[in-house]
């Protein structure tokens, strides 16, 4: 059975350091991987999503994640943080053959300190 | 183009009472999904409907259904309210399946649900 863990519930970054959010799968077959975003009182807003053509994926808003399947991991990076990339961030898994249903990480709160 | 639009944005619901809550995808969406939000629980999958049929459908008992219509809008009924239900519901869709590689979910604001 597919399933996805975000390590850290919370992570703290000062402004203009590196993010780092990591995402773990278990697939049995090849997935399809993705990152949504929250931002407060708002719904999910899609940031990138990996579907078997380059390994390294460029989404909105500076960030990138690349896709390792000897690790099982599909982590989150940007380079520079901002205040405003402050928001809690998901990782998904879905395969073909279950019928692509999403499988949720547990989501990662992004704290930025000034 | 108008967004997922989420109706009503807030209401509060006593035990044993039951509650409908109204989607209205993206024009020419076709799937939509529903979803139930709580900081403990975290995001958990309720059902994917797609044209009108159930494709998908998560681990929640019986008293949750839903029901998609030929406009594509679609409704979630939540039934004998229990405290637990307080959560915020978020309703996304997608032109065609909601994790298949070619396509993008959409998410609307949310409901939140307050069970008293």
């Known amino acids: 059975a597919q399933s996805v863990t975000q390590l850290g519930s919370h992570v703290s970054v000062s402004e203009g350091a590196l993010v780092l959010l990591r995402c773990n799968y278990s697939?049995?077959?090849?997935?399809?991987l993705f990152w949504y975003v929250q931002y407060p009182n708002q719904g999910l807003q899609l940031l990138l999503k990996?579907?078997?053509?380059a390994t390294l994926v460029k989404g909105i808003n500076g960030f990138e994640a690349e896709f390792k399947k000897s690790e099982t991991s599909f982590h989150l990076t940007k380079p520079s943080a901002h205040m405003s990339d402050a928001a809690e961030y998901f990782c998904?898994?879905?395969?073909?053959?279950?019928?692509?249903?999403?499988?949720w990480g547990a989501g990662t709160k992004l704290i930025i300190k000034p | 183009k108008a967004g997922v639009t989420q109706t009503p944005r807030y209401l509060i619901k006593t035990r044993g009472q039951q509650v409908t809550l109204s989607c209205s995808p993206i024009?020419?969406?076709?799937?939509v999904s529903w979803y139930q939000q709580t900081p403990g629980q975290g995001l958990q999958f309720l059902f994917e409907?797609?044209?009108?049929?159930?494709?998908n459908k998560g681990n929640f008992p019986g008293r949750f259904s839903g029901r998609q219509f030929s406009n594509s809008r679609s409704e979630m009924n939540v039934s004998t309210l229990e405290l637990g239900d307080s959560a915020l519901y978020l309703c996304?869709?997608?032109?065609?399946?909601?994790?298949?590689?070619?396509?993008?979910?959409?998410f609307g604001p949310g409901t939140r649900l307050t069970v008293l």
């Open positions: 024009s020419g969406h076709r799937s």
């Open positions: 409907y797609f044209s009108e049929t159930q494709r």
């Open positions: 990996y579907t078997s053509a």
């Open positions: 996304a869709s997608s032109s065609g399946l909601a994790g298949g590689p070619g396509d993008t979910q959409y």
């Open positions: 998904a898994v879905s395969e073909e053959g279950s019928n692509y249903q999403l499988i």
């Open positions: 697939s049995s077959v090849p997935p399809y």
